[in-house]
């Protein structure tokens, strides 16, 4: 997406915007002073456990360098160049030079009334869209890590290689194809370090029908020698509906997209303004949606979701077999055999990007595993492009975000009643 921002909106600018949805989990001010100084610094003196698990040794992150020091090296690029062909000299140029700008990102800590030491954290980035958009990811990744080493922890890396590893064998045993895409909530770096280098040892191991596709966490992808993959994330439409208006919202976000990837990462993210929404652009250009190799749900009721798109090809006339659906909604275990099991029998090409699931799945030590350590609930979405805001409606109501009173204009353009 960074890319595509560089090559049509590098003038824009851009706020993005972090929101807890979780109203009954709170901060603690010292993991907001140590967040703070982890953006400022890269460098809070905080405990990360060994990869052994233990309790009673870890190291420190201060010979980690600071955010403004971050760059790729001649070897990462020279891979990066390999793995994603579709990326130009050109951008490959701006990002080696790219730095990210610590004071891009204002947070505040709103106590609790009655309550000094604990409250809510608000954090914004602002500045140029094709700078800040790197910001999401990272500010997130470090949120949690710092929350679970000092707020909630009662948990241990305890038994995470053998749960990745389970998992991965009843996927590649029910041939499914899957990708990890747990980099933003993830429990910590180590945790999803773990998790990726289990899943690339089983698939490896056990001679299965289905595959690892690889992580949407690049620095991880480059370290075990796997794709780095992911999709259009929901911003690319949210920024695109403020700037260029939301009449044809999706079929101009396609085509701009399709612009700068004329051949590759053709999956449409189909729910930032409904999926039925969606549809309405989608079905007004066959060879569109023919050259499209496919959708992604992301949200509302993911078994409903390819038999509709069935119905879609169809009444274009086009071979939904020849099409993929990828899942990255919440999945678990259950839900994707469910959903591989219903792609097989309407003919559909099914791949799963699981997140939380593999890098954030941990029960307390305390409970002696019967109960959860809940992962955050989180999100850092684009709020405004040039002054303008920014929405997202979605196939499920809580995951509505944005101003009210654009997003009920939305709504009444795309004649949503709910």
């Keep these: 997406m960074q890319q595509a921002v560089l090559r049509h909106f ?12 979780d109203e009954g989990v709170f901060f603690t001010r010292r993991c907001f002073n140590l967040f703070v100084e982890s953006v400022k610094r890269a460098s809070p003196k905080l405990p990360i456990y060994l990869p052994n698990g233990t309790r009673n040794s870890y190291v420190q992150l ?7 020091e971050l760059t790729i090296s001649l070897d990462e690029r020279d891979w990066l160049a390999g793995a994603c062909p579709f990326f130009s000299p050109e951008y490959l140029d701006y990002l080696s030079s790219y730095r990210f700008k610590p004071s891009q990102v204002k947070a505040t800590f709103n106590a609790k009334p009655g309550d000094d030491n604990l409250g809510r954290i608000e954090i914004d980035a602002r500045g140029p869209w094709v700078e800040t958009i790197l910001w999401e990811v990272p500010l997130m990744a470090c949120l949690s890590e ?47 370090d773990l998790v990726v280098s289990t899943l690339v040892r089983a698939s490896k191991e056990l001679a ?31 920024a695109i509906g403020a700037l260029k208006g939301y009449e044809h919202v999706n079929g101009v976000a396609l085509d701009i997209w399709e612009n700068v990837y004329p051949n590759s990462l053709l999956l449409a993210l189909t ?4 999926t039925e929404a969606f549809y309405k652009d989608f079905v007004s250009d066959k060879a569109r949606a023919e050259r499209w ?6 949200s509302g009721d993911p078994m409903i979701y390819a038999p509709r798109a069935k119905e879609i090809y169809e009444s274009l006339g086009i071979d939904w077999r020849e099409k993929t659906i990828i899942f990255s909604d919440s999945l678990n275990v259950e839900k994707v055999l469910k959903l591989r099991k219903q792609c097989e029998e309407l003919g559909f090409k099914a791949t799963f990007g699981i997140g939380t699931s593999f890098t954030n799945d941990f029960h307390s030590t305390s409970s002696g595993g019967n109960q959860k350590s809940k992962a955050l609930n989180m999100v850092i979405k684009l709020a405004e492009v040039d002054g303008k805001p920014c929405v997202k409606i979605s196939d499920e109501l809580t995951k509505n975000t944005g101003d009210p009173v654009v997003v009920k204009q939305v709504k009444q353009i795309f004649n949503i009643h709910v």
């Design 62 to 68: 201060t010979s980690y360098p600071d955010f403004h």
């Design 293 to 298: 190799k496919g959708l992604r749900q992301d």
């Design 10 to 21: 590098p003038e824009v600018q851009a706020v993005y915007r972090f929101k807890h949805r």
């Design 271 to 274: 729910d930032t303004f409904s």
């Design 146 to 192: 710092i929350y679970f080493t000092t707020v909630d922890t009662d948990w241990s890396y305890d038994g995470q290689v053998e749960q990745a590893y389970e998992k991965a064998k009843t996927f590649l045993g029910a041939d499914c194809m899957f990708s990890e895409f747990g980099t933003r909530r993830r429990r910590s770096f180590h945790a999803q």
């Design 208 to 238: 299965e029908k289905g595959k690892f596709m690889g992580t949407s966490n690049v620095h991880l992808a480059w370290k075990h020698q796997v794709l780095p993959i992911g999709t259009i994330a929901h911003e690319w439409y949210m």
